[in-house]
């Protein structure tokens, strides 16, 4: 077996699913290469022994598309893979375009591009969406809201659902205490949300509620990890939030955290709160795709945009730490069942079986 995997993100969700995959069907005796711009997900697959192909795009479609239908064409007649698998928006356009169902083709959207886009850019994204479903032979969601929401905007072909996955070895629960003593955190009342400082990922939203917090938990501190374009706009001058930026080492702010907050306008299946849960913390998130379905009993899920809401359901966490920790066994549980990175390997690995099967 000869796969591709195409993804123009090189960091975050996206990049760690190639990553798991790819080492996945590596072990399975299967000749895999990863088809993305330079960064960390080329570095990591290099590390693992993964073939790598250099394919520059951009994040966003416009006239530079037409080099990256080119390059992309070339790295696939070099390789020629039995079965391409494209991951996310960019590779999707690209990659139909230049394969056209000649090949067995997998697109996994992790979250619609119509969805973090509106006006003429959105309608757009739903029309391309409609046309490309022609030359995709899988369709892969990483939630039940993400194939709902795609066949609500008139996406038809083969899907299936195949929930993204965390490495429980490597998120684990672990000492608060001594996780704040790494990170040279106080041993105060804390909340961490992980993500890139980008509208969709929503942290002005928990920002604006972070007054209300500090009204009920005056200790209490908020710890933003991540970076991204909306940092300077964002950041203000309240002493109580501190700005990291970016940190590969999540698994020790997720131990250093009482509770851990995804306040997202929009998602597929955010691996953050699966992450968190593997970690034995609480998650109060807003109820975006994918969010009820991973989260379930190990926090709170409130209505996308209830930012009073929010604030009350993270200072109860804050405040009740022994609560908040029972919510995260709960959740440590939960992902061991369904959550486990070797489950949703397994279920691509079979998916890519039958592809291959009946294209031949």
Request: proline share 5%; net charge positive; with cysteine.
């Amino acid at each position: 077996m000869k796969v591709v995997h195409v993804s123009q993100p090189v960091t975050a969700g996206v990049a760690a699913v190639v990553l798991d995959l790819a080492r996945a069907q590596r072990d399975l005796g299967w000749t895999v290469t990863v088809a993305c711009p330079p960064g960390p997900l080329a570095e990591r697959a290099r590390d693992l022994g993964v073939d790598v192909r250099t394919w520059h795009a951009r994040r966003h479609p416009g006239i530079a598309t037409a080099g990256e239908v080119v390059r992309l064409r070339r790295v696939l007649r070099d390789v020629d893979p039995d079965v391409v698998h494209l991951h996310s928006s960019k590779a999707g356009l690209v990659g139909r375009l230049v394969v056209r169902g000649r090949r067995p083709t997998l697109f996994q959207p992790h979250m619609w591009s119509f969805q973090s886009a509106g006006g003429a850019v959105g309608r757009a994204a739903r029309l391309w969406e409609r046309k490309g479903a022609r030359w995709t032979h899988q369709l892969v969601c990483v939630s039940d809201d993400e194939l709902a929401a795609g066949r609500a905007a008139g996406v038809r072909g083969p899907a299936e659902v195949v929930c993204n996955g965390v490495d429980i070895d490597r998120f684990r629960p672990d000492d608060r205490a001594a996780a704040r003593r790494r990170l040279g955190l106080p041993d105060v009342p804390t909340a961490v949300c992980v993500g890139r400082l980008v509208p969709y990922k929503g942290q002005d939203q928990l920002l604006a509620a972070w007054p209300s917090v500090r009204a009920q938990v005056p200790d209490a501190r908020l710890v933003l990890v991540g970076d991204g374009p909306m940092a300077q706009r964002w950041r203000g001058e309240d002493d109580s939030v501190l700005w990291w930026g970016h940190d590969d080492a999540v698994a020790d702010f997720y131990a250093a955290a009482d509770v851990v907050v995804l306040p997202s306008r929009s998602e597929g299946m955010a691996l953050v709160p699966l992450e968190a849960m593997a970690c034995g913390r609480s998650v109060v998130a807003f109820d975006v795709s994918g969010v009820r379905q991973s989260v379930g009993e190990a926090g709170a899920v409130l209505a996308a945009g209830d930012v009073e809401g929010l604030a009350e359901a993270v200072a109860v966490r804050l405040a009740d730490p022994s609560a908040a920790d029972l919510e995260g066994a709960h959740g440590r549980r939960r992902v061991e069942l369904l959550f486990d990175r070797r489950q949703v390997a397994d279920q691509i690995a079979t998916l890519v079986d039958k592809l291959l099967v009946g294209a031949r």
